[in-house]
């Protein structure tokens, strides 16, 4: 019989937000504890009172620390896996141990709670009901472009972590290929600080670069674009497409792929805007106060 890996959910900074079956789990089922940075969870586990011997287990070492952790566990030890903040193997180390245990046969038990991810999608205000994880953007710009770029016809929410020294560049990103989907940054979630901006990326980009510095883990919330398109006047969208130069039928075929729409209707609407110029003009009129 061997011992089992629990999968243990600690808190992303408040540490109050630990539930008690984790608490007794770290105290008295586990022989060890696996984790990113040691000294981070010792903060944790002295915190609450509880005294096990610490693995480190992190990107770096992954490899080499899952067959002494198997091997523990196949010698009836039980093993806690942690990060140093919210639930394991989100971003995080971890994928390599659950997998090895289960190709063993060793009991993997998930110990749910914190996660930054679900934090900050459920008080963004956007849809949670189907949502896209992408964890950390790429870093470099030429992927990161890429990876964005995958979005302009996602009708899902998409979350996703950035860096504080990067988030600046990212948003510019954002703002350039995605244009006015609405974006929800969350920052330092149930700490002190705890901030959420909400608005386009462009907004929130010029309120982050008024700051003297930026700090904090952030997780981006980004709207899908048909929630995105469906704010947007079919007729006047078509318009937009025309002045950019695409031919009058493929911006009405655009314009309808992009807000769930069928081409008829959209094209209806094309021509009662275009039947009724005094709107045209109130608008124009509109855009220029």
């Not at 060890?32 to 770096?60: F, G, M, N, W």
């Not at 205000?125 to 710009?141: E, I, Q, R, V």
């Amino acid at each position: 019989m061997s011992g089992t890996l629990y999968i243990v959910a600690t808190p992303v900074g408040n540490l109050e937000d630990i539930t008690l079956r984790a608490l007794r789990v770290l105290r008295e089922e586990v022989a060890v504890v696996a984790c990113e940075d040691t000294r981070q969870t010792r903060k944790l586990l002295t915190h609450y009172a509880i005294h096990k011997p610490l693995i480190s287990y992190h990107e770096h070492n992954e490899a080499g620390r899952t067959a002494e952790l198997i091997e523990l566990l196949l010698n009836e030890q039980s093993v806690a896996l942690v990060s140093d903040a919210g639930t394991p193997l989100l971003s995080d180390p971890g994928y390599r141990v659950v997998h090895a245990a289960i190709e063993n046969e060793i009991a993997v038990v998930p110990v749910p709670g914190a996660s930054a991810l679900l934090s900050a999608l459920t008080a963004s205000g956007l849809p949670a009901d189907s949502f896209l994880f992408f964890g950390f953007l790429p870093h470099k710009p030429m992927a990161r472009r890429k990876r964005l770029e995958s979005l302009i016809t996602q009708n899902q929410t998409v979350v996703a972590y950035e860096s504080p020294h990067r988030i600046l560049e990212t948003l510019a990103a954002i703002a350039e290929i995605l244009g006015k989907r609405r974006l929800v940054l969350a920052r330092e979630l149930t700490k002190l600080h705890e901030e959420f901006l909400r608005g386009t990326a462009a907004e929130i980009r010029e309120q982050l670069a008024a700051r003297a510095s930026i700090k904090g883990e952030i997780t981006l919330v980004i709207g899908g674009e048909k929630e995105a398109a469906s704010e947007v006047d079919p007729a006047l969208a078509v318009e937009q497409l025309e002045a950019e130069g695409t031919p009058r039928m493929a911006a009405i075929k655009a314009v309808a792929k992009r807000q769930g729409l069928p081409k008829r209707e959209v094209y209806r609407l094309v021509e009662v805007r275009d039947s009724n110029p005094r709107d045209n003009n109130r608008d124009s009129g509109q855009n220029g106060q």
